[in-house]
């Protein structure tokens, strides 16, 4: 008889210092079929889940798959909404024998600081102790005793920009697949050292550093050791004020053995010795306009200089409405020059109304939190394009999966072409641009409001790519943020004993 599994998808990574609460309205929320419609096919975990199960026969339902951009904590109601939806489908299933879940792994509500260890916990209630729980989260997680208690499996990704997390699904089914067999039974061991951060933020692009080197030492134990089903190396989430904030090393094996728990703390105790050592430095405001002046004289019309807006990253959490990275544009005079995108639905809704080819003066962008990333900014622009900002995700990360700016609106400002959204969207696909009529590799400076990922897509078609530091919350200016529940002392924040 075949095996019968729920898979569903609730993720979040909450920025608990982005004063805009994340409620129900910012999820996109789809169930059963529909998920199975759109999402078969695509490069997300959730299709991973899926065609795992056609290849081991499961039976299996989506009561449902929700995500939204990160940002502030997650309302109560929200998670009592999309969970709720979930413990209903386990009770009201008979028989159920495993369920796969795809989550982040750094969500934070307001009324409980970690998010995923709740929904593992309440998950856990509905199903009883039984039946097995397999996870994926991102490797920019803080993973906690209280999710590694409430789940056999957990599995994240070994890539950032992140492209694998089809794998990772594929990865922790497999283990599933075996404990639903009874060929093994999987228990996890966490390590931790107090740290805000480590394992070179998770960069894997350059194939060297901290976690590549980390993801070495873990392939080759699970491969040596027949009882290490999986080793985790989560590189953490700084921006959350959180009693779990930090990176972790966590590892799935066959029953219990200390070997386990000693194998993590090697790894973690690796990522403790090399946590300042990073790949990629944030060049200033400065320093990247003084690069983009290059490419505007020696390529004005392409290849580009792309110019990822690190520290002001809705994927990483921020309001995504900073001016800082424009006002140097056009301080540094650019042409040929596009940005996407600055987040103000005020401005795309006026626009979009007043229509294409109209001129407008606005004042764009920095209305919440603008001590982050710059304050509203006066421009006189005009409207070259209206869109429904509608996409699918060409590039290698999440690959046709879709995604929506909403009602959303191409500004001329000067030499720089800015696109101003209604919703907050992580930037990191040539698409993104496309669909306003901007063709990323004939512009001569690019820049999205991005940390890692854009690079996946981006460096391919660039001619110079960097990250620069604009004062944002994601930036890597820590001092400015007011921590908490964060156990303390913890580097790089707090003087630590002499080692
Ligand atoms: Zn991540």
Known sequence: MSKQVIVASIMHESHTFN?????????????????VERDRGTRTGISGFLDAADEYGW??????????????????????????????????????????????GAMSCEHCDDGDAEILRRVRAAAGPDVPVAATIDPHGNVSAGMTDNADIICTYRTTPHIDQYDTARRAA????????????PHMVLARRPMLYAFDRARTHNGAGPMVEALEIARRWESEY?????????????????????????????????????????????????RARETVTLVSLDAAMERAQRNNRENPEGPPVVIGDYADSPGGGTPGNGTNMLQAMLKAGLTNTALGAINDPEVAQHCAAVGEGARVTVSLGGKIAPEFGGGPLE??????????????????????????????????????????????????DT???????????????????NMHHFRAAFTPIAADVMSCDTGGMTGYQYHRLTYQKLPRPIWPLDEMAAE
């Open 19 to 35: 004063p805009v609460p994340t409620d129900l309205d910012k999820f996109t929320v789809e169930h059963g079929n529909v998920v």
């Open 59 to 104: 039976s299996f339902s989506v009561p449902i798959n929700a995500r939204a951009t990160s940002g502030g904590k997650v309302t109560k109601a929200a998670l009592d909404e999309l969970v709720g939806c979930l413990e209903q489908a386990i009770n009201e299933h008979s028989g159920l024998d495993g369920i796969a879940l795809v989550l982040h």
């Open 174 to 185: 497999a283990i599933l697949e075996r404990a639903l067999r009874g060929e093994v039974k």
């Open 226 to 274: 027949p009882g290490v089903l999986s080793v985790g190396v989560q590189a953490g989430y700084s921006h959350a004020d959180t009693p779990q904030t930090g990176p972790s090393v966590f590892i799935v094996g066959d029953g219990e053995n200390p070997l386990y728990q000693s194998l993590a703390e090697e790894l973690i105790e690796f990522g403790w010795k090399n």
């Open 379 to 428: 421009v006189t622009a005009k409207v070259l394009r209206v869109s429904d900002g509608d996409y699918v995700h060409v590039g290698p990360s999440a690959t046709g999966a879709r995604g929506s700016f909403g009602t959303s609106v191409l500004l001329q400002v000067e030499g720089i072409q800015v696109i101003v959204s209604s919703r907050n969207q992580n930037f990191l």
């Open 431 to 449: 698409q993104q641009f496309r669909i306003f009529g901007v063709e990323p590799e004939q512009m001569s400076v690019l820049s999205c409001k």
